[in-house]
């Protein structure tokens, strides 16, 4: 009867453990994705297409990121791109 208990508590707390680790990685992932400040070399509160090519950490599709076309990402934009990252 304890085995059964112990493999049934176990098998509870598996999907658990699997989400821990899966929140810890995305929180990894986040903390080595450099800050919008810090892409943004001039200070203009927009990241461009060359500003953008020099941070290969970001890995988005800067086309897609920039969904109001204007050849330039916000940080909203970058903030929505990188949470679709974090879903897939």
């Known amino acids: 009867m304890k085995k059964m208990i112990i493999i049934a508590a176990i098998g509870m707390t598996t999907p658990f453990l699997a989400q821990a680790e899966n929140a810890a990685m995305a929180t990894s992932e986040a903390r080595n994705a450099p800050a919008f400040e810090i892409i943004d070399a001039d200070q203009d509160g927009m990241i461009t297409r060359e500003e953008a090519s020099s941070f290969s ?3 988005i599709p800067f086309d897609n990121a920039d ?3 204007d050849g330039s990402l916000d940080a909203n934009e970058l903030s929505n791109s990188r949470q ?5």
């Open 67 to 69: 969904t109001n076309k």
């Open 57 to 59: 950490a970001l890995e």
């Open 84 to 88: 679709a990252g974090d879903s897939k």
